[in-house]
T-cell receptor, first 113, second 113 residues
Framework: DTEVTQTPKHLVMGMTNKKSLKCEQH?????MYWYKQKAKKPPELMFV???????INESVPSRFSPECPNSSLLNLHLHALQPEDSALYLC????????????FGPGTRLLVL | QQQVKQSPQSLIVQKGGISIINCAYE??????FPWYQQFPGKGPALLIA?????SEKKEGRFTISFNKSAKQFSLHIMDSQPGDSATYFC????????????FGQGTRLTINP
């Protein structure tokens, strides 16, 4: 099973709201990733977790706050977002930090009003 | 030097034809070259991948050709079908604290019936 699941599928939020995106994988992978993808553009890396610890933060604004409660779950907490943050947010996982194959989830389509 | 250049930006092919998408890179530290297929509203799905010590890899109708000296690689889709209509991203992987994927800009492929 190479499935990564993400909830919700769609999310609309105002600039003063707080919301969270969730990602889950049951492949026993130890590395998990958050990407942001704007329309007609490739995914851009935001964060990398390895063994539930943050390994990489690609200079993402603090209004995005990741969390890895356990090896199967990855959350992205959102607060005080801007309309330009509207995008498809993708979660991915790989066996570990050296794993070259990343498996992507279906994404959460976020609209910030 | 971290870029992966992908062409064409869009491609229209008749059903049964051969679709060819090209990518080029500069950084010789890249050590893994995957192709992802993405349908509208979905996450990218790994299609096929190759390591730089191999010149060609074939999986069904999909073939990667890799030219290490020219720093180029391409995806060939034989007997293209309408169901292949999607956006295709080439990528190159490099280890920088984690295996990071550097994506090309994407090719929107349309297969006409």
């Amino acid at each position: 099973d190479t499935e990564v699941t993400q909830t919700p599928k769609h999310l609309v939020m105002g600039m003063t709201n707080k919301k969270s995106l969730k990602c889950e994988q049951h492949m026993g992978h130890r590395a998990m990733y958050w990407y942001k993808q704007k329309a007609k553009k490739p995914p851009e890396l935001m964060f990398v977790y390895s063994y539930e610890k943050l390994s990489i933060n690609e200079s993402v604004p603090s209004r995005f706050s990741p969390e890895c409660p356990n090896s199967s779950l990855l959350n992205l907490h959102l607060h005080a977002l801007q309309p330009e943050d509207s995008a498809l947010y993708l979660c991915a996982s790989s066996q570990d930090l050296q794993g070259r194959t990343q498996y992507f989830g279906p994404g959460t389509r976020l609209l910030v009003l | 030097q971290q870029q992966v250049k992908q062409s064409p930006q869009s491609l229209i092919v008749q059903k049964g034809g051969i679709s060819i998408i090209n990518c080029a890179y500069e950084n010789t530290a890249f050590d893994y070259f995957p192709w992802y297929q993405q349908f509208p509203g979905k996450g990218p799905a790994l299609l096929i991948a190759i390591r730089p010590d191999v010149s060609e890899k074939k999986e069904g109708r999909f073939t990667i050709s890799f030219n290490k000296s020219a720093k180029q690689f391409s995806l060939h889709i034989m007997d293209s079908q309408p169901g292949d209509s999607a956006t295709y991203f080439c990528a190159a992987s490099i280890f920088q604290g984690a295996q990071k994927l550097v994506f090309g800009q994407g090719t929107r492929l349309t297969i006409n019936p």
